[in-house]
């Protein structure tokens, strides 16, 4: 296995991907990070580049893992397509949509398959959500509050934020791109919406030059509205979704790992406990890629999966810069 990007997402893959079995080698321009990561776990090979990885390892590679900046994704994940290699890709797949469609289309004459790591969707307390809507269990859903809430400087506490991609809009960082997990679960519990309007800006006192604020509200046919919020300067930190249908709610929360829901006006809750940790949703990533590098299953999670979220961003882009509702086609 090749990791490219040797930082906090890309260890992570390798230990895991290590205890499944896997051998790992390791590509970043980072000296430091590469010495890191070989004193974490085996590695057998360290490079600087894609293309030195891939034309020393190739002919034994089972499949590349891209979890390096954002603003590298496509052409990295074209490297490894041409070369046959499956690819496992961090969310998201691009910067914008132009770069996500050329890797639409690279993948629809590859040989060899791509998972995307939107990895939320392995959480199980969100499946239980997804089934609990599929099921009815609150009506009809009028309204869904989604709040991703996360001071910048907590994230990597072994490094300024400065120095780290999120802090720089060329390198694809900020919150609306890095938090678009959760434009993506609004995908994949309720479709794509009719229309977004959205608010993206750089409000904190945080020396970046991404965004740090996004508010975007998405409409749906039948009486639905969706709104999200997304920052990277709140304390203490805030992951929740609460669902809010004709017949009661559904409240998620990261932290409590919990599901509740309530039907009365009381708010008696029936609570569902979580015991699952962050790194579960990693390992059953990297259990699905190795399924789907063998070829024995197929990505759960797609590049078109990857492209519907592009598309509500650059919607969110032309809301912000008109100030106008954007319709979808
Ligand atoms: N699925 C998740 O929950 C999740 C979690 C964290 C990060 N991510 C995604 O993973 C990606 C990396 O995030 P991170 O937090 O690990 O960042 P990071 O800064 O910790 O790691 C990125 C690494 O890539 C290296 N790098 C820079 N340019 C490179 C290049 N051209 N080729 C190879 N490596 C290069 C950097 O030196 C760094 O070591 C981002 O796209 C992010 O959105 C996803």
């Known amino acids: 296995m090749l990791i490219v990007g040797a930082g906090s997402v890309g260890r992570r893959h390798a230990k895991n991907l290590a205890a499944e079995g896997c051998r790992i080698s390791a590509v970043d321009p980072r000296g430091d990070r590469l010495r890191q990561i070989t004193k974490e776990l085996r590695v057998e090979g360290c490079f600087e580049t894609i293309e030195q990885g891939l034309h020393v390892a190739a002919r034994?590679?089972?499949?590349?893992?891209?979890?390096?900046?954002?603003?590298?994704?496509v052409p990295q994940c074209i490297q490894a397509l041409d070369a046959g290699i499956a690819?496992?890709?961090?969310?998201?797949?691009?910067?914008?949509?132009?770069?996500?469609?050329?890797l639409t289309a690279a993948v629809a004459n590859a040989k060899a398959p791509l998972l995307l790591g939107y990895t939320w969707r392995w959480w199980p307390p969100l499946a239980q959500v997804r089934a609990l809507l599929a099921d009815n269990a609150i009506g009809?859903?009028?309204h869904v509050r989604f709040v991703m809430a996360a001071h910048l400087a907590d994230w990597h506490p072994w490094e300024r934020y400065q120095d780290f991609f999120m802090a720089h809009?060329?390198?694809g960082g900020g919150a609306l791109l890095?938090?678009?997990h959760w434009i993506d679960l609004a995908v994949w519990l309720f479709g794509m919406p009719e229309t977004v309007s959205a608010r993206i800006e750089r409000l904190s006192d945080l020396d970046i030059s991404s965004d740090d604020n996004v508010d975007i509200l998405l409409g749906y046919p039948h009486g639905l509205r969706v709104s999200l919020h997304l920052d990277l300067f709140a304390r203490p930190h805030e992951r929740t979704i609460r669902f809010s249908g004709e017949k009661g709610t559904i409240l998620w929360t990261a932290n409590p790992n919990r599901v509740a829901v309530a039907h009365d006006a009381d708010g008696t809750w029936q609570e569902t406990n979580y015991t699952c940790e962050r790194n579960d949703m990693f390992v059953a990533v990297a259990r699905e890629f190795l399924s789907v590098a063998r070829g024995a299953a197929k990505?759960?999670?797609t590049i078109a999966d990857g492209e519907r979220v592009l598309r509500v961003i650059e919607a969110a882009r032309a809301s912000h810069g008109t100030g106008a509702v954007v319709r979808l086609a």
């Open 178 to 180: 890095d938090e678009s």
């Open 140 to 142: 009809a859903v009028r």
């Open 299 to 301: 990505p759960s999670c």
């Open 87 to 102: 690819v496992l890709l961090e969310k998201p797949v691009a910067p914008d949509l132009a770069a996500t469609q050329q």
């Open 169 to 171: 809009a060329e390198q």
């Open 60 to 73: 034994d590679l089972q499949g590349v893992v891209i979890g390096s900046p954002t603003a590298y994704h």
